[in-house]
């Protein structure tokens, strides 16, 4: 067997992990319109109900090693969102709001 042909990626694999991205992403965008912002003043209290479905596929096409990653991606993105629509009612937010991108 050609040894070329084996360091080649599977077009399949770049694939899969765009899919993914757009699950995690879907994901967050669910997770953070609920929270108020200057979308909505109120939120959108029904999109929180269905916020998990796409994380729930997403666990289903990972393994397990890789799902430490991808919760890790998941739980600072949701944070990085949630708390930049909070400044609009926390006014405090905004000083523990840039120290917290740091860490990400």
């Given amino acids: 067997m050609d040894k070329k042909a084996e360091n080649e990626p599977r077009p399949g694999k770049l694939q899969s992990f765009f899919v993914n991205v757009a699950l995690l992403a879907l994901s967050v965008l669910f997770f953070a319109l609920p929270q108020p912002s200057r979308i909505a003043l109120n939120g959108l209290p029904l999109l929180g109900y269905i916020a998990f479905i796409p994380l729930f596929i997403l666990i289903r096409r ?30 405090w937010q905004c000083m523990l709001l840039r120290p917290s991108i740091f860490f990400i």
């Fill in 62 to 91: 990972i393994s397990f090693r890789f799902s430490f990653l991808w919760g890790l991606f998941t739980g600072c993105s949701a944070i990085v969102c949630i708390r930049t629509g909070l400044r609009l009612f926390i006014p």
